[in-house]
């Protein structure tokens, strides 16, 4: 193939007039664009290269969020790619495990919301500026929810021996489960089921996914979420039992069985039954592809006493994966 | 004519030759950088028992070639084909077991991979020298050097960047022997398709690739000759259809025995492949249908821009020369008995149609697997750079400027839209395929937009500093994504100290877990904090402020 070698090929090519002379005028140097993009594309790349924060940044910035933070507020970071930075650097005094797992923002009267590039969290939408801060390339904002609750009871925060009972209910027979700890850690692994924890009730008799502990499930945006893990056995209802809860109006929750799992959409509905004082009070029933879905269940009568609250899992054709969260507020 | 033609391709073999050397010194000298990714971890195992069995069959052909023993060496990843794999494989025996010439093992095996890289440069640019020119060669092939994605893929034991190679070759030889019908051409071109066959299976795009190609082109003379009884097939596809297999099935000791159970087994394992998971714009896919836009995005994402503007560029102007003969009748038609332009457009649309047609191609493997057509999509910006300078100069004409003698207007140009795909591949490595382009906003906006962020496990090789200092003995190492035998070679290799410990397949049992980000796999970051009790890694690595592996490091009891 001789192409080059017999004419070159500009010679050759015919300039047929397509457009006018006008806009030929007007597109004359449109060649001289073609390096421009090349070099604008370079400087792009150098600023884009630098433009978020440096694990040296985020160092740096530690002491100005300990100095924000409040007790009792949540630390986000927005863009949340890059919330592992902050992990990283702040640690778990700023952020520990049961924030940055949370079910969500709402319970939290603050927030210190750590931003860069102009990103803001969506989570924290609608909630008012208190102070805001510059530092290097973040922006720091101390923001106050504007429906603060008063959580007067978190069940996740006491799931133990001591202010927890766990039993197994097939009609009439009733088999306590054990509170263990520290017991065999199982599950996990891409695609199986989450972590049984080390300190969890163990169900003697039972597959070791029958176990109430607390683990951490991922939603459908693939966050994390600090949950109850509740599978229900083949028959009957697990009953997690909360002793002399102090009551606000309602029970709050959510629950979901992990996106990975949900996703599928192939595994049977269960029910979370709610009782107080031996009285159901509601039910979540959750479907698969409801993901991390929220329920709220009003406590009537039993607002602001103190009571047992059963939380009855249960689950057609042998189980699923069940995992919830709830406080009262 | 045809001495100087000669002599300048000559020059131009000279060209390509440094730049195969260049690029190949440059891969040899970044490997290091880069750690295992989860295939190359299978091929290692793979290449290795092809090498024995190459060694027994120098000993002893006649046992080698026995059903029992080919399989024993050969049922090793036979989902894909052999030819490839036995090269890494012979690389590392004779470059790392019989000659110690590289001071890593896993280099040896890549050396294989790289060379295929390195050749494309060469092929590249003499296939852009001969149908365009001398500069459009040389920025066609430096334009494919340094796309970011390329060159990542270019230092690893895969198949993605020798089929890249191997298809543009038969395309290339299919190419030459339109020009030159006669046997040489033909019959390179059979034994290319069976080594592309032999090299994986978008190889099996090439018979429909030339057959819509010669329709195309020869669509006319087809008619006349079914006219007369005739048809007139180029010998070159005959040579395909008849060498192609042959070689194919010559190179692939493990079809020699149940060929037909084999192949069927071969070609099943990859229409039905297993949907794996990958994000895009923030979504999760993992089952059809799958997002059409996913092709377009991600190669505007990954390959430099400038690169795509001279494509369009090149692509707009000779579709313009072309049309432009179309409709006025006194325009002189080149000689061009290969029709170039329609070759490299076929090129390039047959390996996006999977993607574009359908649905239910997966989209896993980010970019590799649409790498065959990038070939000809740097052709064509070479055809662009060279029409973009004609132009410059034609500009300058008339200027003050017009005394730069040309050769330093086209360096100055090959600057302009060379310099930035340069420093984005300079600065992707050696995180590869966490790197992306401006026009997205680089790796923070490919963040945002909710864009994969690697996938394989192999950024467990920039951490190995941290787990040689850290991962002392009696502490395991829960690996996540690596792949056993990727992690084993690291360790082979010396970048992990011989007390740096795996752990098993799962968190719990472990002191040290590694987590490589991908959506799907957050769950078992989320399984690290519940064992270890927290949500703060003790290191994060990461690329331009985002973080891609995250080491996590359980408190002592």
């Given at each position: 193939m001789t192409l080059s070698a017999e004419r070159a090929p500009a010679a050759y090519e015919t300039k047929a007039p397509l457009v006018g002379v006008g806009a030929r005028a007007a597109i004359r140097f449109w060649p001289l664009l073609v390096p421009l993009v090349g070099l604008v594309e370079l400087g792009a790349q150098i600023y884009d290269s630098h433009k978020a924060p440096t694990a040296q940044q985020w160092s740096d910035v530690r002491s100005l969020v300990e100095s924000l933070r409040a007790p009792g507020s949540v630390v986000v970071i927005a863009p949340y790619w890059a919330e592992p930075m902050a992990r990283w650097k702040f640690g778990a005094a700023s952020m520990p495990l049961r924030d940055v797992a949370r079910a969500d923002a709402t319970r939290y009267p603050k927030a210190l919301e750590v931003s860069f590039l102009g990103k803001r969290s969506p989570e924290l939408a609608g909630w008012s500026l208190e102070q805001e801060k510059r530092s290097g390339p973040f922006t720091l904002r101390v923001l106050a929810n504007p429906a603060a609750p008063s959580v007067t009871y978190d069940f996740v925060d006491h799931l133990d021996a001591t202010s927890a009972d766990v039993l197994i209910e097939s009609g009439a027979d009733a088999k306590a489960c054990t509170f263990t700890s520290p017991a065999a850690i199982e599950g996990g692994g891409l695609g199986g089921p989450p972590i049984y924890p080390a300190s969890r009730f163990v169900c003697e008799g039972q597959p070791s996914h029958v176990s109430v502990g607390v683990t951490i499930i991922d939603d459908e945006q693939a966050r994390p979420r600090r949950c109850i893990w509740s599978h229900p056995p083949a028959a009957g209802e697990l009953v997690t039992r909360m002793r002399g809860?102090?009551?606000?109006?309602?029970?709050?929750?959510?629950?979901?069985?992990?996106?990975?799992?949900?996703?599928?959409?192939?595994?049977?509905?269960?029910?979370?039954?709610?009782l107080v004082s031996g009285r159901e009070i509601g039910r979540a029933v959750h479907v698969d592809g409801d993901f991390w879905k929220p329920f709220s269940i009003p406590l009537g009568a039993f607002a602001r006493q103190t009571a047992d609250v059963e939380f009855r899992v249960s689950a057609e054709r042998g189980g699923t994966h069940v995992c919830f969260e709830a406080d009262s507020r | 004519m045809k001495a100087r033609a000669e002599k300048s391709y000559a020059a131009d073999h000279l060209i390509g030759f440094l730049l195969a050397i260049g690029y190949l010194v440059i891969l040899v000298k970044t490997a290091h950088g880069i750690g295992y990714a989860r295939d190359e971890g299978f091929y290692f195992r793979a290449a290795s028992a092809y090498a024995d069995w190459f060694e027994r069959l120098m000993t002893d052909w006649k046992a080698a070639t026995?059903?029992?023993?080919?399989?024993?060496?050969?049922?090793?990843?036979?989902?894909?084909?052999?030819?490839?794999?036995?090269?890494?494989?012979?690389?590392?025996?004779?470059?790392?077991?019989?000659?110690?010439l590289f001071a890593e093992e896993g280099t040896s095996f890549r050396f294989g991979g790289m060379?295929?890289?390195?050749?494309?440069l060469w092929l590249i640019h003499i296939w852009g020298a001969r149908a365009r020119s001398r500069s459009a060669g040389l920025v066609a092939a430096l334009a494919f050097a340094l796309m970011p994605r390329i060159f990542y893929h270019a230092h690893l034991d895969c198949f993605d960047v020798p089929i890249a190679f191997m298809w543009t070759f038969c395309a290339?030889?299919?190419?030459?022997?339109?020009?030159?019908?006669?046997?040489?051409?033909?019959?390179?071109?059979?034994?290319?398709?069976?080594?592309?066959?032999?090299?994986?299976?978008?190889?099996?795009?090439?018979?429909?690739?030339?057959?819509?190609?010669?329709?195309?082109?020869?669509?006319?003379?087809?008619?006349r000759g079914l006219g007369r009884g005739q048809i007139r097939v180029p010998l070159s596809l005959v040579a395909m259809a008849t060498l192609g297999p042959l070689v194919f099935?010559?190179?692939?000791?493990?079809?020699?025995?149940?060929?037909?159970?084999?192949?069927?087994?071969?070609?099943?394992?990859?229409?039905?492949?297993?949907?794996?998971?990958?994000?895009?714009?923030?979504?999760?896919?993992?089952?059809?249908?799958?997002?059409?836009?996913?092709?377009?995005?991600m190669t505007a994402a990954t390959v430099p821009t400038i690169t795509l503007v001279l494509f369009v560029t090149g692509m707009a102007s000779r579709l313009r020369a072309h049309a432009g003969r179309l409709f006025s009748k006194s325009a002189k038609r080149p000689f061009d008995p290969g029709s170039t332009d329609l070759l490299w457009a076929i090129g390039i649309g047959i390996q996006y149609a999977p993607w574009i047609l359908s649905t239910s191609t997966p989209i896993f493997?980010?970019?590799?697997?649409?790498?065959?057509a990038y070939p000809f999509l740097c052709l064509f910006a070479g055809a662009g750079f060279e029409v973009v300078f004609e132009r410059v100069r034609e500009l300058l004409r008339t200027s003050r400027l017009s005394v730069l003698p040309g050769w330093a207007l086209e360096t100055l140009l090959g600057f302009a839209v060379l310099s930035a795909p340069l420093a984005e591949t300079i600065h992707s490595h050696p995180w590869g395929l966490s790197n992306y382009t401006p026009l997205v906003g680089g790796a923070p906006g490919a963040a945002s937009l909710g864009l994969n962020r690697q996938f394989w496990g192999f950024t467990t090789g920039a951490v190995t500093d941290w787990l040689n200092e850290h991962a002392t003995l009696g502490r395991s190492v829960f690996i996540h994504d690596t792949a056993y035998d990727s992690w084993e070679m690291l360790r082979r290799d010396g970048r992990l100290a011989p007390h740096v410990q795996a752990a098993g397949p799962y968190v719990q049992g472990s002191s040290i877990a590694l987590y490589q980000h991908e959506e799907h796999m957050e769950t078992i970051e989320y399984q690290i904090w519940t064992v270890y009790g927290t949500a703060s890694p003790a290191y994060v690595g990461a690329y331009d402020g985002v973080p891609i592996i995250y080491v996590y490091e359980q408190a002592p009891k």
């Open positions: 809860v102090p009551l606000g109006a309602e029970i709050r929750g959510h629950a979901g069985m992990g996106w990975l799992i949900e996703r599928d959409r192939t595994g049977p509905p269960f029910t979370i039954r709610v | 026995q059903q029992a023993v080919v399989d024993g060496y050969w049922s090793n990843n036979h989902e894909h084909p052999g030819l490839v794999k036995m090269l890494f494989g012979l690389s590392w025996h004779y470059l790392h077991r019989k000659v110690p060379c295929f890289a390195a050749a494309s290339y030889a299919y190419w030459r022997s339109l020009a030159r019908p006669g046997l040489k051409w033909a019959i390179v071109t059979g034994v290319a398709f069976g080594l592309a066959l032999d090299t994986k299976h978008n190889s099996w795009f090439l018979p429909p690739a030339f057959v819509v190609h010669t329709l195309l082109s020869r669509g006319a003379s087809f008619g099935f010559a190179a692939w000791p493990w079809i020699w025995f149940d060929t037909i159970d084999r192949l069927n087994g071969y070609a099943s394992f990859h229409l039905h492949h297993d949907y794996y998971n990958i994000v895009y714009l923030g979504q999760t896919y993992w089952k059809p249908p799958m997002p059409r836009s996913y092709v377009w995005v493997g980010g970019t590799k697997h649409w790498f065959t």
